[in-house]
Every structure is written in C-alpha cells, then in structure tokens.
C-alpha cells in the first residue's frame, strides 16, 4: 500500500544538477524528511495510527477530507436536501461520540433524519473493512482531535461501558 | 308594622353577615389562587396534578384541589423562573440566583444540587426524557451542564446554541445519534441538537424569542413553541411550525395525560383543548 505523504519541489523531481546541489540537498532534506512525516514504524508514530491514517486515506478521506476537514458547508444541508459530511478534527463533533457509537456508524452507516433523501449518506463499512480496521480509524481520528477533546471522549467511552 | 318592617330588615341583615361570613375564606382563597397573574412554568406530579409556578407561589392542582408546595429556601430570595419533572418524576425548580433544586416527595423537603456548579445563574432547565439522573442547566454565558449522577456532579458540555436560551427541553424524539435531542428556545427561534451536542442548527424558520417549550410526550414529533403569547406547533420535529389560536396570551405549557396539552396565560388561566377542539379553562 502506498504510503501518502505531502509533495514539495524536490519530489516533484525538479532537482538542478550544479554544484548547489548536493549542499542544496543537504540542507532542505531534513525539511522534506519532517514534511513528509514519518515513514511507518518510526517509533514516534504508532503502527496502528499509521495503519489507521492508510485506511482513513482509502475509504474516508474522499468525503470526509485529507486532513479531516469535513466539506465546506457541512452544517447546512446541500442542494439535495442532504446534511453534508462533518469534519472529524478538532472543528468537528466527532469527539463527542463513544468508541462504541463511531463503530457502530462507521459499520452501521448513517443517515440524518432530516435529510430530505432517504439513502444512508455515511455508507455502511461492515462489509468492506473488519472490525479491527474500523478500530484503527477511529484510533487515527483521535489524532486529530485537542487533550481536552480525548479526554472527554474517552469519558464518554466509559459511561457507555 | 314599621315594627315588623324593622325585625325583618335586621333578620335579612344578619342573615346575610352570616353568609359573607362563611363563604369569605372561600372568595379570599380563590382570589389569592391566582390573582392574575401569568403562569410562569408548568408540568405534571407522579398522579397527574398539574403544577403551576407563578410569582405567588407553587401550586398542585387536582380537580378542584389546590395545593401549595412551598419554594426552595433561597438566601438570595430569588425567585424560581424555570420547571421541569425528572424520568422519574421528580420535580424540579431552577432560576437565577437560586440555581437548581429538587423537591423530595417524601420528605416534602427541597434539596440543592448547586454544590458543583460555578454559579448559581441559571436562566433554564431540562430532564432527560428517559434517564432519571440525568440533568442540564443552562448557566448563560457560562454555558449549558450536564449531570449525570442527580445533580451531584455537574460538568460543562456545551456553550449552547450562539443565541441565549430562554427554555429547553430533552425530547426521546427517534432519529438521535445517542439517546435524544435538545429543543431550545432562544432569541432567535427554536435550535435543536442531538443531545450528543454535535450541532446546534434552527429547527424550522421560526424567529422570535421563545419564551417557553415543549413536546408531547406519547407523540415526539410534536413539539409546541411559546413566541410573544402566540402558541406556535410542529409535528415534524421542529421542521416546520404553524400558529395555534389560543383565546389568551400563553406564558407556560406542559403536557398532562388526563387534559393533554394545557396552556398556562399572562392573566394566569390555565386552559386545556375538549373534545371540540375549543380552549377551555382547566378546573382550578
């Protein structure tokens, strides 16, 4: 599986070959290495977030963005009458719900009930990924989320339980 | 003969000072009963009384009983401003300055639940519909509270809709993310939210400031709003409303399972619908 990371100047290829270049190098490839963020398994990102982004990327981001942005305007309905998909960052409300809850969206699918259409706008995953995948991505998208956030979200976890 | 005129116009005025005599507690007890003055909250107690909250006091009436429950006892004598019946069907009185208070049945005795709250500015107050320890208190700009424990531990979840809440509720309404949704009524109109508080968005175009909410109970859909004394109904989750022709002008309403919905008004009647449809007054 491909492994994402943001492009600058130098991955796009166009590397000047002159005797700038290897000081030119030596000097912007730490920048390129941070921006790039870490590859899997470096130690400062856990295995299962880093899994958890990669299947977030595949199945999710599409809608709910690359960065977990939400689309624009997803707090009024689109012109179809439907509520359009929230953020999952901090912006979002996604860390007001239990582990148990976003599972269950997440395999269940979703469909606001004033949506003027009658379709599951958040699919149903339950037969795409397994429950271990849906515990990563929900995992990855507490990365996004502030201290205070996490802590009220897992608060929340442990009155359902 | 101006004798016997003399004795019979003595008789007839004893007689009629012995009559005002005995049914003068009577016209000073129906007189202070209400007064004129507006219904400030409603609800129901466990057999059905309706409660009625107004500058005058607390009363429960039942048929043609009146009771007075006493109010919270309150240093700052502030008064109560905002009611509400718990899952379990405890009642509730809340106001600024007073903060939140439960009232104990048993033991006829109000108990406080401010011990954790940063202060004791409370403008409105909600039940969960199903869950009976579970609490919010709206504190302003403070924000809205929850409770999960029966008032003993309160803890911020919100800051609540952009506009000021005048009254809330918590509606078993199908449809929520978790175990309901929040009705508000605020300067603006009716804001809802699932009572996760993901989103508060308008419920409907109504606009004005809304001075008191509820739902029907045994049908959630419906919800009613209070806008300047004019009674206005939804029977689509607050999706859209239409105005109800009330004779008076409504402060306060509850829904009551032997008179249905039922309307307290500014002159401080209380109304329900007959089988009709006509507002009627609600024996008190």
Not at chain 1, 13 to 19: A, S, V
Not at chain 2, 162 to 177: I, N, T, Y
Request: one cysteine or more.
């Amino acid at each position: 599986m491909e492994i994402c990371f943001r492009r600058t100047p130098l991955a796009n290829g166009y590397l000047f070959m002159n005797k700038w270049s290897f000081p030119l190098v030596l000097l912007v490839a730490p920048a390129v290495v941070v921006a790039g963020g870490a590859p899997p398994n470096s130690g400062s990102v856990p295995a299962e977030v880093t899994e958890g982004r990669q299947i977030y990327e595949q199945y999710c981001a599409a809608c709910h963005g690359w960065q977990g942005e939400g689309a624009a305007d997803w707090t009024k309905p689109d012109e179809k009458g439907e509520m359009p998909p929230p953020p999952h960052d901090e912006t979002g409300h996604t860390w007001r719900h239990s582990d148990a809850m976003l599972f269950r969206m997440i395999a269940e699918g979703w469909r606001h009930p004033f949506n003027k259409t009658d379709r599951l706008t958040m699919p149903a995953f339950k037969d795409i990924l397994t429950d271990q995948e849906i515990q990563l991505v929900i995992e990855y998208l507490k990365t996004l989320w502030t201290e205070d956030q996490r802590r009220y979200q897992r608060s929340e976890s442990q009155d359902v339980n | 003969m101006k004798t016997m005129v003399y004795r019979l116009n003595s008789g007839v005025s004893r007689l009629f000072l012995f009559a005002l005599i005995a049914v003068m507690p009577g016209l000073v007890q129906a007189q202070s009963a209400t007064d004129g003055q507006a219904v400030k909250a409603l609800t129901t107690d466990a057999s059905g009384a309706l409660l009625v909250l107004r500058n005058s006091g607390l009363l429960a009436v039942e048929g043609q009983s009146t009771t007075e429950i006493p109010l919270p006892p309150s240093d700052s004598g502030a008064p109560p401003r905002s009611m509400a019946k718990g899952a379990d069907e405890s009642l509730y009185l809340a106001g600024p300055g007073l903060g939140i208070w439960r009232y104990d049945n048993a033991s006829k005795r109000w108990q406080s639940l401010n011990d954790t709250l940063p202060d004791l500015g409370i403008t409105a107050i909600a039940a969960h519909a199903t869950q009976a320890e579970t609490l919010y208190v709206y504190l302003g700009e403070s924000g809205m509270f929850r409770s999960r424990d029966g008032g003993a531990e309160w803890v911020k979840v919100d800051s609540g809709p952009r506009e000021p809440v005048q009254a809330f509720l918590h509606s078993d309404m199908p449809g929520s993310m978790e175990s309901g949704w929040l009705f508000a009524g605020t300067t603006r109109g009716v804001a809802r939210s699932m009572d996760c508080f993901c989103f508060w968005g308008d419920a409907g175009e109504l606009r004005g400031t809304v001075t008191a909410i509820d739902y029907d109970p045994s049908a959630p859909e419906n919800v009613y709003a209070v806008i300047e004394g004019q009674l206005h109904h939804s029977s689509d989750g607050g999706e859209t409303w239409a105005g109800l022709k009330i004779p008076e002008p409504v402060t306060a309403l509850t829904f009551s399972l032997k008179e249905g919905l039922v309307v307290g008004t500014e002159d401080g009647d209380l109304l329900s619908q007959n089988a009709s449809g006509e507002w009627v007054p609600v024996h008190e």
